[in-house]
């Protein structure tokens, strides 16, 4: 089995080390069996995702016919 040196956080090592105790296996294993598992969850977030069209319908909030009322609202200052 090939081994390489990484730093990993103070935080993250002690759940590794606590999960290590837990399930009694070493080290590499613990660590290989958690880098596998997120690896095959970026491949699944990799798949395109289905499209899903969404609508609903609007009601108007200005009679685009009505010119004086076009330009109140726009004559409006926004606060």
Do not use: H
């Amino acid at each position: 089995m090939p081994r390489t040196t990484v730093d990993i956080d103070a935080p993250i090592l002690k759940e590794v080390k606590a999960l290590q105790k837990k399930v009694g296996l070493p080290m590499g294993r613990v660590v290989s069996k958690l880098l596998a598992e997120a690896l095959k969850n970026e491949e699944v977030g990799k798949r395109p995702r289905r499209f899903r069209w969404t609508s609903r319908a609007m009601q108007a909030l200005l009679d685009l016919t009505d010119k004086e009322a076009v330009y109140a609202v726009m004559d409006r200052d926004e606060k």
